[in-house]
């Protein structure tokens, strides 16, 4: 069976699915692998340190001509068109974001396994879990560049030219990039407080050395499978207004809220971005195209208000960490790989509940829960959640 990775297409993406290191072990598995020239690139893997640990180096069309073909993100409309029927595609394919490529994908019979879609309480798919990884290096590279954009210490100093007070930082919402988050902006020495809609989250923040701040005026809002469920209009308002004066007394502010299924939840208006003090900085690693957890943050890009705030858009964070980045994913990818490779060929079974969660589509149609079209309902059947995404594709 031959395996291949691909170069990334999508626009500043340095991150490549495979790197050397677990190359050697797919090979061992009785698997051939196929690396596209210059796929390493971007993250300092070269095609010699590819093939030394006993990879192919190929052209494009002999890389996505592969039986299995590997990447970080998900194909471009050029790379989908080549692809064939009975091929099978594995990378961060957000098939609830795209629909269109799961359309595209069915149609010409790939069998389409997305990483983001495993289930990741499942104690086994915890290796696999490239979301994790990944909010990892985002989190920590959050904390970095809030620190790099503050034109104050983290740490407080006492020096002989005077005492710098050390930064006060707030994150607002502490799954696993704002854990990574807060860790890292301790390490730097500020004071770090921290904010969750889902309460069993304070004993975590905490660990790590955050204060957990609650708010008195929004209630938990914990949701299906350790997420957070989306708030009501009046409670997103009264979250909002809360927040603000928490907001307020922060230097930094790092937002990395997310409800699956859904766009960002808003959580720093535009007054609440007024109300800070200038020279102050949010980091919003939800902004998106959509929008993202802080109103005019645009994704890429740093803004300055006109009170002096610099709201930076900190979209593809775990990208500018290439190298991490792409040993992690290639430790997830490969642990996925290995669970389905069987004395050296692909073999799926879609009764194995963590197999029928990354598996999007196979034979022609769109097959997971989650994307497939609905069973028609009978009068006696409930509505579907708010979220409307079961647990096992969060
Ligand atoms: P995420 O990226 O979906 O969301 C980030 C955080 O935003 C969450 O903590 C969420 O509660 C919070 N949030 C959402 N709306 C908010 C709002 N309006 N205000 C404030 N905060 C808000 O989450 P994630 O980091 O992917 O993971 C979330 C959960 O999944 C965690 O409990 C984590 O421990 C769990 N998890 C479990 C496993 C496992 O069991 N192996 C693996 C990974 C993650």
Redesign the pocket.
Known sequence: MKVSVVKETAPGERRVALVPETVGKLRAAGVDVLVESGAGDGAWHTDDSYAVAGASIVSRPEALAADVVLMVGKPDEATTARLRAGQVVIGLLAPLADPGLVRALAAAGVTALSLDMIP??L?R??PM?A??SQ?NIAGYKAALIGAAEFGRFFPMLITAAGTARPAKVLV???????LQAIGTARRLGALVSA????P??RT?AESVGATFIELTSVGP??GD????R??TDDE?MA?QLELTGHIARHDVVIT?????GRRP?L?ITDDAVKEMTAGSVIVDMGASALGGNVAGSVPGQTIVTENGISVIGASGLPSTMPAAASAMYARNISALLLYLVKDGELTLDDSDELQAGVIVTRDGAIVHPSLAPPEPKTSLEPEEGAAGVPDAA?
Do not use: F, K, M
């Open positions: 990741r309480t104690p798919a915890q879990d979301l994790s909010a607002l919402g502490t799954g696993v990039a704002g904010y969750d809609v889902r069993e989250t975590e809002a914990s499978g350790g997420y957070a989306a708030l997103r979250q990395t809220a997310q409800v699956p939840p959580l969060r």
